[in-house]
Structures are given as C-alpha cells and as structure tokens.
C-alpha cells in the first residue's frame, strides 16, 4: 500500500430511495462531489457495488450511463465549470455545459439536444415549468433575457432549476447550492426542492455550508457524510 493513496467513499453502504431529498455534507468538496458523479454516472467505483432501479451498473458501458442520464436524471452544476472539469467528465456528450452566452430560453432549450419534439411543444413545457415555480411573473421577458451570468440571483435560480426540469426527469443532481444562499432567495430554493419533494422527485443536493443545511433541514429525509482519509503510514519492524 502507497503511504500517499487516498482513499474516498470507503465502506460507503448507500440506499436512496425514488422521492427522497437527500443532503450529502462532509468536509472536503473531493468527498462531496466524488460521490455525486459516481451516482451520476460519470465516475466509476475502483469497488463495491452499485444498483440503479435494480439494474447493476457498476461496469455500465459509457453508452447506457448516457442512456439512463438522458432519461432519467438531470444535474444542476452551479458556479460554472471549467475547461479542465469539462474534459475530465466528458460534458461534451452529457450536454451539461451549455453556453451561457445564450438567452434564458435557448439555455433551457440546449437540455434537450437533438429531438423530435417541435419548437412549440418545447416552449409550452418551458413555460409550464417556470410557471409551476410561481417566482417569475413575466415570463415571455424572462425567457429573452441574457446571457445567464448577468441574471438576478432568483432569476439564475430560476433558469438553472427550469434547465434541469423541462425534461421531467425523475432525479435531480445538485452539485452546489452555495450560489443560492442570499437570504432573499433561500426561501424561493425550499420553495422549488419542496414542489419536488410533492411531486415525488429524488434530489441529491451536496449541502455546502451550515446555513444551506439550516435552511433545508425540514425537507431532507436523510443526509449522508462520507469519510475520506489517508491510511496511516504502515510501521516499520527492525
């Protein structure tokens, strides 16, 4: 054993059941978002075992990883990413990174990437679900606003959470709610995780700090805090 390999997600026993709202806390944002993209898929265990919706996908090829992403989960990553994070995950083909040079409308659209859907049908679900959030009252604006990076703070709430929503997926990943804490808006956050919650959705939101978890306390049916540490350096016997 190398006295410098680090070990992440050790002896982690993990069951997330279809609705839960689960909080994942710890230390250090390695542990956080290692586990993350490994129920994400875009990480894979060195060992152990992991089951999604009774399928083993530990050694899932890239292609149905893809598959179940596209179709069943949705990953909500806030602040942006940079290049080096881009390529190690390869976003490329998840979509994950779109331009946020674009128009709040054409951000939400680059969710669905190539599709048989009509340009009606998507705009109508884009307005259904910014509509059900109940936060924004002009919504046609709204959705000509641009680029996402000069938005409100409750407009990027906004805009992020419809992204990964207008899809309707079952689960929704949230790499970081740290943008999101203005006590202005924290309420609007409980709001949209709480209209999740009715409808039944998984949320696995990493909590970033004290006041998040505060904030989110009365909605999380569980929180996780994996371990992560250095093995000791072995003695050495004369």
């Known amino acids: 054993m190398n006295k410098d390999e680090l070990y992440v997600l050790d002896e982690l026993d993990l069951t997330i059941k279809m609705g839960e709202i689960v909080g994942i806390k710890g230390s250090s944002a390695r542990e956080r978002s290692t586990l993350l993209y490994i129920l994400a898929g875009f990480k894979l265990l060195d060992s152990g ?22 179709q069943k989960m949705a990953l909500i990553k806030v602040p942006f990413i940079d290049d080096s994070f881009k390529h190690r995950l390869k976003d490329s083909q998840f979509k994950l990174i779109p331009n946020y040079r674009l128009s ?9 990437g190539k599709t048989a859907f009509t340009k009606k049908y998507i705009k109508s679900l884009i307005h259904e679900t910014i509509e059900e959030m109940g936060l924004i009252d002009d919504i046609s604006q709204f959705l000509s606003k641009k680029p996402i990076t000069a938005l409100l703070p409750r407009e990027q709430l906004v805009a992020f959470f419809a992204h990964a929503m207008v899809s309707k997926p079952y689960i929704i990943l949230i790499d970081s709610l ?43 049916d569980q929180e996780i805090n994996p371990s992560i540490f250095k093995p000791e350096t072995p003695e050495i016997i004369n």
Do not use: Q, W
């Not at 075992?49 to 596209?70: K, N, Q, V």
């Not at 039944?200 to 004290?210: F, K, L």
């Open 178 to 220: 740290k943008s999101f804490y203005y006590p202005k808006i924290i309420n609007d956050l409980k709001k949209i995780i709480g209209l999740y919650k009715e409808k039944g959705i998984t949320v696995i939101c990493v909590i970033d700090n004290d006041f998040i978890e505060e904030a989110l306390k009365d909605l999380l």
């Open 49 to 70: 075992t992991m089951i999604f919706d009774g399928e083993d996908i530990t050694r899932a090829s890239f292609d149905r990883i893809r598959h179940i992403y596209h």
């Open 104 to 112: 709040v409308e054409k951000f939400i659209v680059s969710t669905f």
